[in-house]
């Protein structure tokens, strides 16, 4: 359970998916005055050094992040992203990758909170450096799916939860639709961002159906792969998002095909938006 390090994966194709969906979604939110919550319940280190061994080993952020980074042709709706990214890297050469909690920090404003976890208490330690000059933050070694029950409801009623599970334990999809379905129970209201790898259609299909059967309503998915569904590695991620803003929909399909097309090995994969439950 604890051998899961994202710096073996930091700066992906799956990370750049899951980032620009978060950094658009925080966006949505900061269009009303009132505060807002955010808790991240796999929060992980917060930065990643590319040039670490271990990030260096396979090399994925090549696919992900390198891909992007120089370019500067990008559509309107990815620059918030890539700015969080590239100041990261002040020398103009990549190096850096902020995780979701970094990325958060740079777009809350000073009435809003967060609330991140962390079950690792080395990836925990580290976390807690990078935030501890923020009274805006609270870090807390905890299991993130306790993190739910802690933190739900929010004093705020509005804000946006990231479940970024690592995926390496028996039956994680079962053990996330059931903490999701009574997160959802005790804050109906919330946006939920739920990652998940692309690990078969019947599993996938199964945690559809366990979201489904709760009775949740307004349930959107997204899902983007650059590799053949047969390959040896993983081909592409999702994320199923509760109480999506309006209009989400149509925004990220086109913010996602660009994505696709700049990702994308020799054609392969595509950019997938439906919804699960409408209203």
Not at 40 to 54: E, F, K, M, Q, V
Not at 139 to 154: C, E, F, I, R
Not at 190 to 208: K, L
Request: contains cysteine; positive net charge; glycine residues 6%.
């Amino acid at each position: 359970m604890l051998s899961y390090r994202h710096l073996f994966h930091a700066g992906s194709f799956a990370d750049v998916f899951k980032h620009v969906l978060l950094t658009r979604l925080l966006l949505a939110l900061n269009e009303k005055d009132k505060p807002y919550f955010y808790l991240d319940t796999h929060a992980g280190i917060g930065r990643y050094d590319l040039s670490h061994p271990w990030a260096q080993k396979s090399r994925e952020y090549d696919n992900g992040i390198g891909k992007l980074f120089a370019r500067d042709d990008l559509p309107a709706a990815m620059q918030p992203y890539m700015d969080i990214v590239r100041a990261e890297n002040p020398d103009g050469h990549l190096r850096f990758y902020p995780g979701s909690p970094l990325i958060t920090r740079k777009l809350i404003r000073a009435v809003d909170r967060m609330a991140l976890t962390e079950l690792n208490k080395t990836d925990c330690a580290v976390l807690q450096t990078v935030f501890a000059h923020d009274r805006r933050v609270n870090v807390q070694l905890m299991d993130g799916y306790q993190a739910l029950k802690a933190h739900l409801p929010p004093k705020e009623r509005r804000g946006l939860v990231l479940i970024d599970s690592s995926f390496d334990r028996a039956r994680e999809f079962t053990r996330l639709a059931n903490a999701l379905v009574e997160a959802h129970t005790r804050w109906a209201t919330g946006t939920y961002a739920v990652w998940y790898p692309m690990m078969g259609a019947g599993v996938i299909r199964g945690f559809e159906k366990q979201i489904e059967a709760a009775g949740i309503r307004k349930v959107l998915q997204f899902e983007l792969s650059i590799l053949p569904e047969d390959a040896s590695v993983m081909p592409g991620s999702g994320m199923i998002i509760i109480n999506p803003p309006w209009k989400f929909d149509t925004e990220m399909r086109t913010l996602l095909r660009w994505v696709w097309s700049a990702l994308n090995i020799k054609s392969a994969g595509g950019v997938k938006v439906n919804w699960v439950v409408r209203e």
